[in-house]
């Protein structure tokens, strides 16, 4: 992470930068600060120049036509204007007309990213004029359209492959992200206003940190919600994760014992759960459960219960049912992953082992486990991960219920959940953003701790 | 592991019980593991009373057929499933192919070349990696509708572009795979006069089939899998619904004594393609595991 903020000479230095382009460049490199593309058409690299030039046009009028105006409206995240009529009977109507702030907002993000974009692309143009001028200094051959476009395939070819996956993932992942990061800190939310009238929906401004406070607060009726539903997120990941993480890895130590017979048929048996669909598993174990569902239903009519076991309607029930469930779907996954990294466990080890006398549970505490544990550090992250973020098998099975915490979060309402009840169901996205940051500090702390005091994080450059 | 010696043991009977007691705890966890798909594999050829409640008292159907998975695709007013079922077909198929190209193209390049935002790319597909899946979910709709890919027939294009769109971000595992293709084999290409793009197309990809393979099914079996975004996506209008919003919907409480054992059949017939193919890459996910880890 340091290494971002420090400047260190880099392996791609290269003489061509913008700071030498101001210092040697000559006239025609100078005036390509503004024009982009002057220095190349002038000296020959007529269509690369075409296309830089044809670049700042198209910017220049997206700018002006729709990208000032909405910075501006950024600033203020829109206006609206009072629009009054006369009406048939003499008296006055008015409505308010004017862009709804979500709109706003989305355009501004928008044109700031198309503007990093395009510093992005006016560094590199400026730096292709200095290089196509030292080039003619030096008397080298300048390199023609048609060696550029042969280049994308050879030395530049992390740019082709780039590209699209890139815009891809600029416009689909990081637009929206920063786009939901800014609702965070405005009151974009359906809650009423102090006086009774309207809401904030189509309307709203920059609050600065508020949502931040209602959340954090202690006192608070969203602030309270929070911090239970962390606490409850936090449980179930760690629960999930180890519970998860100790059975499978004793299933698969089970099953790939030498004397286990059908070791094939059992690990069938447990991959044919895991291969079902998770939402048709879950939706199916919904059922199941459910207070007139089959097992309640077979428990009763065998005479073992007189009433429905509260599966789901009991908190404490639910968030041992929902762990509980969760290692039906997980155990199986895990022991496939683990299974691989048993069989690499160095035979000497054991064989050594053995020849000391040391049982079976001496074996695996000295042996197995601390290999496990070192080889499946980043696993375990990721899962943990995985389980904080675990979105499907709390919604389908519970849908974050029994009863209510507050006015939105349920009894087993994981940070995500929670998240997508307050944006989807409840509208109020400015809440909803902060719990979006939140989860992701909490997860950021918890895989930074844990890798950095890992085993494996130092050895982490020998594997490459 | 070299020749196994077979040395003929005495009868042991301590080693007798542990044998005896692990294997009935297999079986025990077996049927345990077992018991929800068997269940819902004999409701759905459960079709007496019409095939309608939602549980019965017994385990064993009293009258079994195929009556639920032919009303499946011909009682098409309410919720019409081969229409769902030719929608996920269609919006799977174009998401392969893109999230395809998009993953293999990003992971060779995270692998193989070497330039100046590598390590910053890299940092940052983790540090977003870490945000909650559809935190951006608001968004993402927003961007959409102001596309105007919101409505209509657009709602196919607008489902690929989400499910497609960043792929880009999940190159971990074929980058693992690439990682462990020597580079010696490129600098031998190379030297013979090979551009970088030859040596992706002719050499590395012919020695990837596995992992060519395994992001082909993991990208088609996306937009099976997923449902948040589907919803979110469709809202209302029915039909454009994919496979599992169709089927979570024949759970709501409207549906649900109607049309379980429908569930139950539509829930078979998705799972059995994706089984199929999980099953046929269960190795594959060992090895890459693994391969992961040793690097």
Same mark, same amino acid.
């Given at each position: 992470?340091?290494?971002?903020?420090?400047?260190?000479?880099?392996?791609?230095?290269?003489?061509?930068?913008?700071?030498?382009?101001?210092?040697?460049?000559?006239?025609?490199?100078?005036?390509?600060?503004?024009?982009?593309?002057?220095?190349?058409?002038?000296?020959?690299?007529?269509?690369?120049?075409?296309?830089?030039?044809?670049?700042?046009?198209?910017?220049?009028?997206?700018?002006?036509?729709?990208?000032?105006?909405?910075?501006?409206?950024?600033?203020?995240?829109?206006?609206?204007?009072?629009?009054?009529?006369?009406?048939?009977?003499?008296?006055?109507?008015?409505?308010?007309?004017?862009?709804?702030?979500?709109?706003?907002l989305l355009y501004g993000v928008a044109t700031i990213v198309l503007t990093l974009l395009f510093v992005a692309f006016w560094r590199e143009a400026v730096k292709s004029a200095y290089k196509v001028q030292r080039l003619n200094e030096t008397g080298m051959y300048v390199n023609k359209f048609i060696d550029d476009i042969k280049d994308l395939f050879n030395v530049n070819l992390h740019k082709l492959?780039?590209?699209?996956?890139?815009?891809?993932?600029?416009?689909?992942?990081?637009?929206?992200?920063?786009?939901?990061?800014?609702?965070?800190?405005?009151?974009?939310?359906?809650?009423?206003?102090?006086?009774?009238?309207?809401?904030?929906?189509?309307?709203?401004?920059?609050?600065?940190?508020?949502?931040?406070?209602?959340?954090?607060?202690?006192?608070?009726?969203?602030?309270?919600?929070?911090?239970?539903?962390?606490?409850?997120?936090?449980?179930?990941?760690?629960?999930?994760?180890?519970?998860?993480?100790?059975?499978?890895?004793?299933?698969?130590?089970?099953?790939?014992?030498?004397?286990?017979?059908?070791?094939?048929?059992?690990r069938f048996n447990f991959v044919l759960s895991i291969a079902i669909p998770q939402f048709v598993s879950l939706l199916i174990m919904r059922t199941m459960l459910s207070d007139t569902g089959a097992i309640n239903n077979l428990l009763m009519d065998w005479g073992l219960i007189d009433k429905a076991l509260p599966f789901w309607t009991n908190a404490t029930w639910a968030r041992v049912t929902v762990?509980?469930?969760?290692?039906?779907?997980?155990?199986?996954?895990?022991?496939?992953?683990?299974?691989?990294?048993?069989?690499?466990?160095?035979?000497?080890?054991?064989?050594?082992?053995?020849?000391?006398?040391?049982?079976?549970?001496?074996?695996?505490?000295?042996?197995?486990?601390?290999?496990?544990?070192?080889?499946?550090?980043?696993?375990?992250?990721?899962?943990?991960?995985?389980?904080?973020?675990?979105?499907?098998?709390?919604?389908?099975?519970?849908?974050?219920?029994?009863?209510?915490?507050?006015?939105?979060?349920?009894?087993?309402?994981?940070?995500?959940?929670?998240?997508?009840?307050?944006?989807?169901?409840?509208?109020?996205?400015?809440?909803?953003?902060?719990?979006?940051?939140?989860?992701?500090?909490?997860?950021?702390?918890?895989?930074?701790?844990?890798?950095?005091?890992?085993?494996?994080?130092?050895?982490?450059?020998?594997?490459? | 592991?070299?020749?196994?010696?077979?040395?003929?043991?005495?009868?042991?009977?301590?080693?007798?019980?542990?044998?005896?007691?692990?294997?009935?705890?297999?079986?025990?966890?077996?049927?345990?593991?077992?018991?929800?798909?068997?269940?819902?594999?004999?409701?759905?050829?459960?079709?007496?009373?019409?095939?309608?409640?939602?549980?019965?008292?017994?385990?064993?159907?009293?009258?079994?057929?195929?009556?639920?998975?032919?009303?499946?695709?011909?009682?098409?007013?309410?919720?019409?499933?081969?229409?769902?079922?030719?929608?996920?077909?269609?919006?799977?198929?174009?998401?392969?192919?893109?999230?395809?190209?998009?993953?293999?193209? $990003?992971?060779?390049?995270?692998?193989?070349?070497?330039? &100046?935002?590598?390590?910053? #790319?890299?940092? +940052?597909?983790?540090? %977003? /990696?870490?945000?909650?899946?559809?935190?951006?979910?608001?968004?993402?709709?927003?961007?959409?509708?102001?596309?105007?890919?919101?409505?209509?027939?657009?709602?196919?294009?607008?489902?690929?572009?989400?499910?497609?769109?960043?792929?880009?971000?999940?190159?971990?595992?074929?980058?693992?795979?690439?990682?462990?293709?020597?580079?010696?084999?490129?600098?031998?290409?190379?030297?013979?006069?090979?551009?970088?793009?030859? $040596?992706?197309?002719?050499?590395?990809?012919?020695?990837? &089939?596995?992992?060519?393979? #395994?992001?082909? +099914?993991?990208?088609? %079996? /996306?937009?099976?899998?997923?449902?948040?975004?589907?919803?979110?996506?469709?809202?209302?209008?029915?039909?454009?619904?994919?496979?599992?919003?169709?089927?979570?919907?024949?759970?709501?409480?409207?549906?649900?004594?109607?049309?379980?054992?429908?569930?139950?059949?539509?829930?078979?017939?998705?799972?059995?393609?994706?089984?199929?193919?999980?099953?046929?890459?269960?190795?594959?996910?060992?090895?890459?595991?693994?391969?992961?880890?040793?690097?």
């Amino acid at each position: 992470m340091k290494n971002i903020f420090k400047r260190k000479p880099s392996e791609f230095a290269t003489e061509y930068t913008v700071t030498n382009a101001l210092k040697k460049g000559d006239i025609l490199t100078r005036l390509s600060f503004l024009l982009l593309g002057a220095g190349n058409i002038a000296r020959k690299q007529i269509a690369k120049g075409l296309l830089f030039v044809f670049t700042e046009i198209c910017y220049i009028y997206y700018m002006v036509s729709y990208g000032f105006y909405s910075l501006s409206e950024f600033v203020t995240l829109g206006h609206y204007e009072r629009i009054e009529t006369e009406t048939d009977w003499g008296g006055y109507t008015y409505e308010y007309i004017g862009i709804p702030s979500v709109r706003v907002l989305l355009y501004g993000v928008a044109t700031i990213v198309l503007t990093l974009l395009f510093v992005a692309f006016w560094r590199e143009a400026v730096k292709s004029a200095y290089k196509v001028q030292r080039l003619n200094e030096t008397g080298m051959y300048v390199n023609k359209f048609i060696d550029d476009i042969k280049d994308l395939f050879n030395v530049n070819l992390h740019k082709l492959l780039l590209a699209l996956p890139l815009a891809g993932i600029l416009t689909f992942t990081a637009l929206p992200l920063i786009f939901m990061m800014l609702m965070a800190f405005t009151n974009y939310s359906d809650a009423v206003t102090p006086d009774g009238t309207s809401n904030y929906l189509n309307r709203f401004y920059w609050v600065g940190f508020d949502s931040f406070k209602d959340v954090l607060s202690i006192n608070g009726n969203i602030g309270e919600q929070f911090w239970s539903v962390l606490a409850w997120t936090l449980i179930w990941a760690v629960f999930a994760t180890l519970l998860n993480y100790i059975g499978g890895m004793i299933l698969a130590i089970i099953i790939n014992r030498k004397e286990t017979k059908f070791k094939g048929l059992w690990r069938f048996n447990f991959v044919l759960s895991i291969a079902i669909p998770q939402f048709v598993s879950l939706l199916i174990m919904r059922t199941m459960l459910s207070d007139t569902g089959a097992i309640n239903n077979l428990l009763m009519d065998w005479g073992l219960i007189d009433k429905a076991l509260p599966f789901w309607t009991n908190a404490t029930w639910a968030r041992v049912t929902v762990i509980v469930v969760n290692l039906w779907v997980g155990i199986p996954y895990t022991m496939l992953q683990l299974s691989g990294v048993l069989q690499n466990i160095p035979a000497e080890l054991y064989e050594a082992a053995k020849v000391d006398g040391a049982n079976a549970i001496t074996t695996f505490f000295k042996i197995t486990l601390p290999y496990m544990l070192f080889v499946t550090t980043p696993y375990l992250i990721t899962t943990f991960t995985g389980n904080i973020n675990n979105f499907n098998v709390i919604y389908l099975l519970t849908g974050g219920g029994p009863g209510k915490l507050g006015y939105t979060a349920g009894q087993t309402d994981l940070l995500v959940t929670w998240l997508y009840k307050l944006t989807i169901d409840k509208n109020d996205y400015n809440i909803g953003a902060v719990i979006g940051i939140m989860t992701f500090v909490v997860l950021a702390i918890v895989s930074l701790v844990t890798y950095r005091s890992s085993g494996s994080y130092k050895d982490e450059e020998g594997f490459q | 592991m070299s020749k196994k010696i077979k040395v003929k043991k005495k009868f042991n009977p301590r080693r007798f019980v542990t044998n005896s007691v692990v294997h009935v705890f297999l079986t025990v966890l077996s049927v345990i593991w077992l018991f929800p798909v068997l269940w819902v594999i004999l409701q759905s050829f459960r079709v007496e009373n019409n095939g309608y409640g939602s549980y019965t008292t017994y385990f064993f159907p009293k009258e079994l057929g195929f009556k639920n998975y032919i009303r499946l695709f011909t009682e098409t007013d309410i919720l019409n499933f081969p229409q769902m079922f030719m929608n996920t077909l269609i919006i799977a198929i174009f998401t392969c192919i893109i999230s395809t190209l998009f993953v293999l193209s $990003v992971a060779y390049t995270m692998s193989r070349l070497r330039f &100046k935002l590598r390590k910053t #790319y890299l940092n +940052l597909a983790m540090i %977003m /990696g870490l945000f909650p899946g559809f935190m951006s979910m608001v968004a993402t709709y927003q961007i959409l509708k102001t596309l105007g890919l919101t409505e209509g027939e657009l709602v196919r294009v607008a489902m690929i572009l989400v499910y497609a769109g960043g792929s880009g971000m999940g190159f971990y595992m074929a980058k693992g795979f690439f990682d462990t293709i020597p580079k010696s084999l490129d600098e031998a290409a190379l030297i013979d006069g090979a551009t970088k793009f030859q $040596v992706f197309t002719k050499v590395t990809m012919p020695l990837s &089939k596995p992992i060519i393979v #395994y992001t082909v +099914l993991t990208s088609f %079996m /996306g937009p099976w899998l997923d449902f948040i975004f589907a919803k979110v996506l469709c809202r209302t209008q029915k039909e454009y619904y994919t496979v599992s919003i169709g089927l979570w919907n024949m759970l709501e409480k409207e549906y649900l004594y109607k049309y379980f054992t429908r569930f139950c059949a539509g829930a078979v017939l998705v799972s059995i393609p994706i089984a199929t193919i999980f099953i046929l890459m269960q190795k594959f996910y060992q090895d890459g595991m693994s391969g992961a880890v040793k690097g």
